[in-house]
């Protein structure tokens, strides 16, 4: 059972057990070995959930497009279904499915409780062993129904696949919009899938680089509103916003520690170096972590907080950088030709992302934490700034093309990349995590 910041709901799951659960076949374990190259898509049979009139076509909609995206999953059109499911607590005609080459099957229906809530529940179905694989039914209010669909589509890609899906997650991004020399720039928020849209400032100061707590109730971010970069924390629920620090000097990039108590952070002082800054947000006291005289910048934890990850052009140019949490330790990881920026480190603790620049292009990629295995994902002009899903399979970051940025997402092969659509120019990802 899952919360979603204050409230999915009352979101109550309920395994439906028609039949026993049985152990995955073969042919459904789909292990993402980045290092194999591409992943053969499962064909999956995804109908429209029984009852609600229009929502349970939605959901399926919904579920549909959340598995398609992840580029492991092939859902086959509905024109080709041989069965028309009516009762979805029933038995399938297995024959029927497998005859469209439907490895799997999803059914489903949603219903209006007395109270005014919505259930939905959906079955998964083996068709080649003609067993149930999975059953769950959710209750929602109304204002949560694409998240049940995000929740569904999450349980799915989590039996096939045997990891944690990431579709019930938001990304908060910059929003901009209006001509290029005046850009107005908004903080905003919305589903992973770029689906309910949020203003949380009102365009009138630059903002920059969001990024989320590890408990999702809160981000912070840079503004510009004082004339200066400061540091802000932002309560996403209720707007309630406070100033990290007053530092003497310019700040760049805060992230959270992933225990959410500190905010790393580069501080550029008087004498123009930057270096890395550690605030307690209890004690609001700060911890020097490099003393260079060279800029130091983009730090970013291990999931388990004892590194961090920066760049620092103490070496000629920009590299990446690993120390202890501490500050001891540095030690230069990237040695490829260009300019390395943006590291990230992975939730999975296994790789970390950067934005490179070479040869005119601008290159996403990942590494290992030693720096070796270094891949592309995905090269083009001026894009930057990647984030994770919170299961460390999916990437996402923002790319300049027709006169201003969009958002694009890319998984770890490098070739399933996807447009993230929103309605005005995005700018500075950062997706969430995934709560349990």
């Known amino acids: 059972m899952r919360s979603f910041l204050k409230p999915l709901l009352t979101i109550a799951a309920m395994a439906l057990g028609m039949t026993a659960v049985i152990p995955m076949p073969a042919w459904a374990l789909v292990e993402l070995n980045v290092n194999k190259g591409n992943v053969e898509p499962l064909p999956i049979a995804i109908t429209d959930f029984q009852g609600g009139d229009a929502l349970g076509a939605q959901i399926s909609q919904i579920v549909t497009a959340d598995l398609k995206r992840s580029g492991l999953f092939a859902p086959i059109d509905k024109s080709a279904f041989i069965e028309k499911i009516t009762n979805p607590d029933a038995a399938p005609r297995f024959d029927d499915w497998k005859v469209i080459n439907a490895q799997a099957l999803v059914t489903g229906s949603v219903s209006k409780e007395a109270d005014g809530r919505i259930r939905a529940q959906y079955r998964l179905w083996d068709t080649f062993a003609g067993q149930q694989m999975a059953g769950e039914q959710f209750?929602?209010?109304?204002?949560?129904?694409?998240?049940?669909?995000?929740?569904?589509?999450?349980?799915?890609?989590?039996?096939?696949?045997?990891?944690?899906?990431?579709?019930?997650?938001?990304?908060?991004?910059?929003?901009?919009?209006?001509?290029?020399?005046?850009?107005?720039?908004?903080?905003?928020?919305?589903?992973?899938?770029?689906?309910?849209?949020?203003?949380?400032?009102?365009?009138?100061?630059?903002?920059?680089?969001?990024?989320?707590?590890?408990?999702?109730?809160?981000?912070?971010?840079?503004?510009?509103?004082?004339?200066?970069?400061?540091?802000?924390?932002?309560?996403?629920?209720?707007?309630?916003?406070?100033?990290?620090?007053?530092?003497?000097?310019?700040?760049f990039a805060p992230r959270f520690s992933p225990d959410g108590q500190k905010v790393i952070m580069s501080l550029l002082r008087d004498d123009g170096n930057s270096n890395i800054f550690a605030m307690d947000l209890r004690s609001r006291s700060t911890t020097r972590l490099t003393n260079s005289t060279a800029i130091d910048t983009s730090p970013s934890y291990s999931p388990d907080g004892s590194k961090v990850v920066f760049t620092s052009d103490r070496g000629g140019r920009a590299q990446i950088y690993v120390m202890g949490a501490d500050g001891s330790g540095q030690t230069r990881i990237s040695f490829g030709d260009g300019v390395y920026s943006t590291p990230v480190w992975s939730p999975r603790g296994d790789l970390i992302a950067f934005t490179k620049q070479t040869g005119g292009e601008f290159q996403i990629g990942v590494m290992k934490t030693d720096g070796s295995g270094e891949r592309i994902l995905s090269s083009g002009f001026q894009q930057e700034g990647p984030t994770w899903a919170p299961n460390g399979r999916v990437l996402m970051f923002f790319r300049d093309s027709n006169g201003g940025p969009k958002l694009v997402s890319v998984d770890l092969t490098g070739r399933n990349e996807q447009p993230i659509p929103t309605s005005n120019f995005a700018s500075d990802p950062a997706w969430s995590p995934l709560l349990e």
């Open 139 to 251: 209750f929602a209010n109304d204002a949560n129904q694409r998240r049940v669909a995000h929740i569904i589509a999450d349980a799915i890609y989590e039996r096939l696949t045997g990891e944690k899906g990431y579709f019930d997650t938001r990304v908060v991004f910059i929003d901009e919009s209006g001509a290029k020399n005046a850009r107005k720039k908004r903080l905003a928020i919305m589903d992973q899938d770029g689906a309910n849209v949020r203003y949380l400032s009102d365009g009138r100061s630059i903002v920059l680089t969001p990024r989320f707590s590890p408990n999702r109730q809160e981000i912070t971010y840079m503004s510009y509103e004082s004339g200066q970069p400061r540091v802000y924390l932002l309560q996403i629920e209720t707007g309630q916003r406070e100033l990290v620090g007053n530092f003497p000097g310019m700040t």
